[in-house]
């Protein structure tokens, strides 16, 4: 299903309104519900953070065999991939979402004129993470992390005793770290 | 008894403070809040990891929160141990968000046994604390929070890019991650007809409206949540300042609209309060949308001082207890719509009756 507004872009995001009894959607994609939400009564007041929300959920219920087809066939030739997670132009159109930290820098170009059109400026100027002992006690998390993933595995292949060992590992990190 | 649903229960004892306590403006303004959206650097998002990322995310921040000590009392809850009507009590109290009483893997919350400040695990972010605090203080609930994640940021690498900030899985909350909120209840706006106006001219502003009780146009009880939706661009000092700027006029006209209600429709208005309290005080069989509305008319008329023997900060409580799935676990049984109707009526009439006796 394309955007009813530029009718280029799929439609993702799905709004319900019950008038005079009578129900009635919309289906608009990010960008025009963006533009849209500045100007148009009738969106005014939709947080878009929760329409985009809402579409995650609703779009497996709502959509028909037809419609997957048309996600999945949009646009191959821009079809952008995250190395890191693997989020492609698709998905983020279908969810809205993105898949990881990186994922702002693949798609950086779709995100520019959206984040101008949702937000009060292009740049944070709000508070900063803290300094050196963040990087170390991130350092600890993920080693813990690591471990945790190492031990699930070795339950999995039913190694206890090289399991054993491990969780004492994580038990003495996460005590003395 | 596991301990998750211990703690759903520890949780029933309780009084809810940010509901219970006294705030500044708190005839109107019934509760501050704010919520940060935080995720881990090098780690997929949520909505991308697979049930085991999840899982292992989940206990390391579980970890970083004992360590990082932000809690007086933690009460640790794994979602999917409990039962979904647990997890509905805990939607009710406003401590997860409805995304999360669906069965979600590595889903978890950690809250103060307060109720005044919590984190989210693995929802739409990795990270999503929230602190609460009674009646309009959003800049001390900012405070709060702010030190809250200093501390937790110190055990946890958190996703940030020196332009974008703190990097979120839905980039209308990229920045700060920040969403502010203050819950209004305007009654007399609703009853001069004024509030679609304020509603309408708020938005203009940038800002969010939507009812507290029932989805879309429908409101129950006349509360109203105010936020911001901008996350970029400004600090968080700002969207704070921004937004009590106009929760302060907000607050102004609902004081106008009553003091006009007063003088010029008296009878009107006593007629409004004076009903709702008959039937809260003696029905038998009572809805929720009855009990909203007519909790809300009550709130109003104690606020005007029409009713000195009842306390404000029940009739606050009963907005929350008298929810379907509190009311089942108090009946601590499956109550199907009309028993809840039921109990509910009988709920509310010990309720009032238990602060008369008190006056
Ligand atoms: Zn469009
Ligand atoms: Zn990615």
């Given at each position: 299903?394309?955007?009813?507004?530029?009718?280029?872009?799929?439609?993702?995001?799905?709004?319900?309104?019950?008038?005079?009894?009578?129900?009635?959607?919309?289906?608009?994609c990010?960008?025009?519900?963006?533009?849209?939400?500045?100007?148009?009564?009738?969106?005014?007041?939709?947080?878009l953070?929760?329409?985009?929300?809402?579409?995650?959920g609703?779009?497996?219920?709502?959509?028909?065999?037809?419609?997957?087809?048309?996600?999945?066939?949009?646009?191959?030739?821009?079809?952008?991939?995250?190395?890191?997670?693997?989020?492609?132009?698709?998905?983020?159109?279908?969810?809205?979402?993105?898949?990881?930290?990186?994922?702002?820098?693949?798609?950086?170009?779709?995100?520019?004129?959206?984040?101008?059109?949702?937000?009060?400026?292009?740049?944070?100027?709000?508070?900063r993470?803290?300094?050196?002992?963040?990087r170390?006690?991130?350092?600890?998390?993920?080693?813990?992390?690591?471990?945790?993933?190492?031990?699930?595995?070795?339950?999995q292949?039913?190694?206890?005793?090289?399991?054993?060992?491990?969780?004492?590992?994580?038990?003495?990190?996460?005590?003395?770290? | 008894?596991?301990?998750?649903?211990?703690?759903?229960?520890?949780?029933?004892?309780?009084?809810?403070?940010?509901?219970?306590?006294?705030?500044?403006?708190?005839?109107?303004?019934i509760?501050?809040?704010?919520?940060?959206?935080?995720?881990?650097?090098?780690?997929?998002?949520?909505?991308?990891?697979?049930?085991?990322?999840?899982?292992?995310?989940?206990?390391?921040?579980?970890?970083?929160?004992?360590?990082?000590?932000?809690?007086?009392?933690p009460?640790?809850?794994?979602?999917?141990?409990?039962?979904?009507?647990?997890?509905?009590?805990?939607?009710?109290?406003?401590?997860?968000?409805?995304?999360?009483?669906?069965?979600?893997?590595?889903?978890?919350?950690?809250?103060?046994?307060?109720?005044?400040?919590?984190?989210?695990?693995?929802?739409?972010?990795?990270?999503?604390?929230?602190?609460?605090?009674?009646?309009?203080?959003?800049?001390?609930?900012?405070?709060?929070?702010?030190?809250?994640?200093?501390?937790?940021?110190?055990?946890?690498?958190?996703?940030f890019?020196?332009?974008?900030?703190?990097?979120?899985?839905?980039?209308?909350?990229?920045?700060?991650?920040?969403?502010?909120?203050v819950?209004?209840?305007?009654?007399?706006?609703?009853?001069?007809?004024?509030?679609?106006?304020?509603?309408?001219?708020?938005?203009?502003?940038?800002?969010?409206?939507?009812?507290?009780?029932?989805?879309?146009?429908?409101?129950?009880?006349?509360?109203?949540?105010?936020?911001?939706?901008?996350?970029?661009?400004?600090?968080?000092?700002?969207?704070?300042?921004?937004?009590?700027?106009?929760?302060?006029?907000?607050?102004?006209?609902?004081?106008?609209?009553?003091?006009?209600?007063?003088?010029?429709?008296?009878?009107?208005?006593?007629?409004?309060?004076?009903?709702?309290?008959?039937?809260?005080?003696?029905?038998?069989?009572?809805?929720?949308?009855?009990?909203?509305?007519?909790?809300?008319?009550?709130?109003?008329?104690?606020?005007?001082?029409?009713?000195?023997?009842?306390?404000?900060?029940?009739?606050?409580?009963?907005?929350?207890?008298?929810?379907?799935?509190?009311?089942?676990?108090?009946a601590?049984?499956?109550?199907?719509?009309?028993?809840?109707?039921?109990?509910?009526a009988?709920?509310?009439?010990?309720?009032?009756?238990?602060?008369?006796?008190?006056?």
């Amino acid at each position: 299903m394309l955007c009813k507004i530029c009718n280029k872009n799929p439609a993702t995001i799905h709004i319900q309104e019950i008038v005079n009894g009578e129900k009635k959607s919309l289906h608009i994609c990010a960008e025009c519900a963006a533009k849209k939400s500045q100007s148009d009564p009738v969106l005014q007041g939709f947080n878009l953070a929760e329409m985009l929300y809402n579409l995650s959920g609703q779009i497996d219920m709502t959509q028909d065999e037809e419609h997957k087809e048309e996600l999945s066939s949009a646009e191959p030739q821009n079809l952008l991939v995250c190395e890191d997670c693997g989020w492609d132009t698709a998905k983020f159109r279908k969810t809205g979402r993105l898949g990881c930290a990186k994922c702002y820098q693949v798609f950086r170009e779709i995100l520019t004129s959206a984040l101008k059109n949702m937000h009060r400026g292009a740049m944070h100027v709000g508070k900063r993470p803290g300094g050196e002992n963040n990087r170390e006690a991130g350092k600890l998390m993920l080693e813990i992390m690591n471990l945790q993933k190492e031990l699930d595995e070795l339950v999995q292949r039913e190694e206890y005793e090289k399991a054993a060992v491990v969780r004492d590992k994580i038990n003495a990190l996460k005590n003395n770290g | 008894m596991p301990e998750s649903e211990n703690n759903v229960e520890m949780l029933l004892s309780n009084k809810v403070s940010w509901l219970s306590d006294s705030g500044p403006e708190d005839d109107i303004a019934i509760s501050s809040r704010i919520r940060l959206a935080r995720n881990l650097e090098g780690i997929p998002f949520t909505i991308s990891a697979d049930p085991e990322r999840l899982a292992n995310t989940m206990s390391a921040i579980q970890v970083a929160i004992r360590k990082a000590g932000c809690f007086n009392l933690p009460l640790d809850f794994n979602l999917i141990k409990l039962k979904e009507l647990d997890r509905k009590v805990l939607l009710e109290r406003r401590l997860i968000s409805r995304e999360f009483v669906a069965e979600r893997y590595g889903a978890g919350i950690v809250v103060n046994r307060d109720e005044d400040i919590g984190i989210m695990i693995n929802e739409e972010d990795h990270i999503r604390i929230q602190a609460l605090k009674p009646g309009f203080q959003l800049r001390e609930v900012w405070e709060a929070i702010n030190a809250f994640d200093d501390n937790l940021g110190k055990e946890l690498p958190y996703a940030f890019d020196n332009d974008l900030g703190y990097l979120t899985s839905c980039p209308t909350n990229v920045g700060t991650g920040m969403r502010a909120s203050v819950m209004l209840h305007l009654p007399g706006l609703v009853l001069s007809g004024q509030i679609y106006a304020v509603t309408q001219g708020v938005s203009k502003l940038g800002l969010a409206v939507r009812g507290f009780f029932g989805e879309g146009t429908e409101n129950l009880g006349n509360l109203y949540q105010i936020s911001n939706q901008s996350t970029l661009g400004e600090s968080e000092e700002q969207i704070v300042d921004r937004l009590s700027t106009v929760i302060r006029q907000i607050i102004g006209h609902e004081k106008n609209a009553r003091q006009a209600l007063l003088e010029k429709k008296q009878e009107f208005l006593l007629n409004h309060v004076g009903r709702a309290y008959g039937i809260l005080r003696h029905a038998y069989i009572i809805s929720s949308e009855e009990t909203l509305n007519s909790l809300s008319a009550l709130r109003m008329g104690v606020d005007m001082g029409m009713f000195s023997s009842v306390d404000i900060h029940t009739v606050n409580e009963l907005f929350v207890i008298i929810q379907p799935a509190h009311l089942q676990k108090y009946a601590k049984k499956e109550l199907v719509s009309e028993e809840r109707d039921v109990f509910r009526a009988a709920l509310v009439r010990e309720k009032l009756r238990t602060i008369d006796k008190n006056a």
